[in-house]
């Protein structure tokens, strides 16, 4: 797998990208385990059971390999090239703040369009294994233990917001797979041979998420305390872009709803 077309035209860029796709390569077996589950004529025989079974401790795999797919950025992809040399290019609207100036789109009047930058969290396999494994990001289910005190702070809403940028037909699919009459936390907590299965996909899927934050955090947050200057020495690289940019219509990635 090669990427093509680069903004920056560094091996950085496409490092990146192919962490990215591969990473949403690997999940595609998580939609056919979903898809097993969902067609089970039911979840109480022996059979059964034993598929779940084994289907959770697949997933649990398959997200370990996604961590390390999103861990084999770090080697090949410099944080600062990435925040200062590829990150501008896609940043969203608001990525600086209310006060700095934003995108401008060729031929677009809204004057403040809400455009966020591209995320992880607009990845319909994360999406489907979120609902699959009935995570409740927006705390409205009573359960125990109760959410820490920093559960409760987070951005409540951030999965929900990022599904508006995804195809439409991912939208659908998401709400197909959130319409299935039984969850499998529930066939869990009611089957004791599942519990040690489906607890353990969903340590992994924490792993995941902690090894990306930690990831987010370095390539974003502890860049944004540096400067183009401290650059690494390397071969020229195409300038940060400059704050306000005109972008043809095309390339404004606006929520979609089909």
């Given at each position: 797998?090669?990427?093509?077309?680069?903004?920056?035209?560094?091996?950085?860029?496409?490092?990146?990208?192919?962490?990215?796709?591969?990473?949403?390569?690997?999940?595609?077996?998580?939609?056919?385990?979903?898809?097993?589950?969902?067609?089970?004529?039911?979840?109480?025989?022996?059979?059964?059971?034993?598929?779940?079974a084994r289907d959770l401790h697949r997933l649990s795999s398959i997200i370990d390999d996604i961590s390390e797919t999103i861990q084999s950025v770090r080697p090949l992809c410099d944080p600062h090239v990435f925040y200062w040399d590829i990150r501008p290019w896609f940043e969203g609207s608001d990525?600086?703040?209310?006060?700095?100036?934003?995108?401008?789109?060729?031929?677009?009047?809204?004057?403040?369009?809400?455009?966020?930058?591209?995320?992880?969290?607009?990845?319909?396999?994360?999406?489907?294994?979120?609902?699959?494994?009935?995570?409740?990001?927006?705390?409205?289910?009573?359960?125990?233990?109760?959410?820490?005190?920093?559960?409760?702070?987070?951005?409540?809403?951030?999965?929900?917001?990022?599904?508006?940028?995804?195809?439409?037909?991912?939208?659908?699919?998401?709400?197909?797979?959130?319409?299935?009459?039984?969850?499998?936390?529930?066939?869990?907590?009611?089957?004791?041979?599942?519990?040690?299965?489906?607890?353990?996909?969903?340590?992994?899927?924490?792993?995941?998420?902690?090894?990306?934050?930690?990831?987010?955090?370095?390539?974003?947050?502890?860049?944004?305390?540096?400067?183009?200057?401290?650059?690494?020495?390397?071969?020229?690289?195409?300038?940060?872009?400059?704050?306000?940019?005109?972008?043809?219509?095309?390339?404004?990635?606006?929520?979609?709803?089909?």
């Amino acid at each position: 797998m090669r990427i093509l077309n680069l903004f920056s035209g560094t091996d950085d860029e496409r490092h990146f990208y192919q962490a990215s796709a591969s990473a949403e390569l690997r999940g595609v077996e998580i939609l056919r385990i979903i898809e097993d589950y969902n067609t089970l004529p039911n979840t109480t025989d022996l059979t059964s059971i034993a598929k779940m079974a084994r289907d959770l401790h697949r997933l649990s795999s398959i997200i370990d390999d996604i961590s390390e797919t999103i861990q084999s950025v770090r080697p090949l992809c410099d944080p600062h090239v990435f925040y200062w040399d590829i990150r501008p290019w896609f940043e969203g609207s608001d990525a600086k703040g209310p006060s700095t100036p934003g995108w401008i789109y060729e031929g677009v009047d809204e004057p403040d369009l809400d455009l966020s930058g591209p995320s992880a969290g607009q990845s319909s396999v994360m999406h489907a294994l979120d609902i699959f494994l009935d995570v409740d990001h927006k705390l409205s289910q009573c359960r125990y233990p109760a959410p820490s005190p920093e559960n409760k702070r987070a951005d409540l809403g951030f999965m929900e917001r990022m599904r508006r940028y995804m195809p439409g037909k991912h939208q659908e699919y998401l709400r197909h797979v959130s319409s299935a009459p039984r969850s499998i936390r529930d066939v869990a907590q009611s089957t004791p041979p599942l519990r040690d299965a489906y607890d353990s996909a969903v340590m992994a899927l924490k792993r995941l998420r902690d090894s990306h934050i930690r990831i987010a955090c370095l390539y974003v947050v502890t860049m944004s305390r540096t400067t183009p200057d401290n650059l690494p020495p390397g071969p020229p690289r195409l300038p940060a872009c400059p704050e306000i940019v005109c972008l043809p219509k095309s390339f404004a990635s606006a929520p979609t709803g089909s």
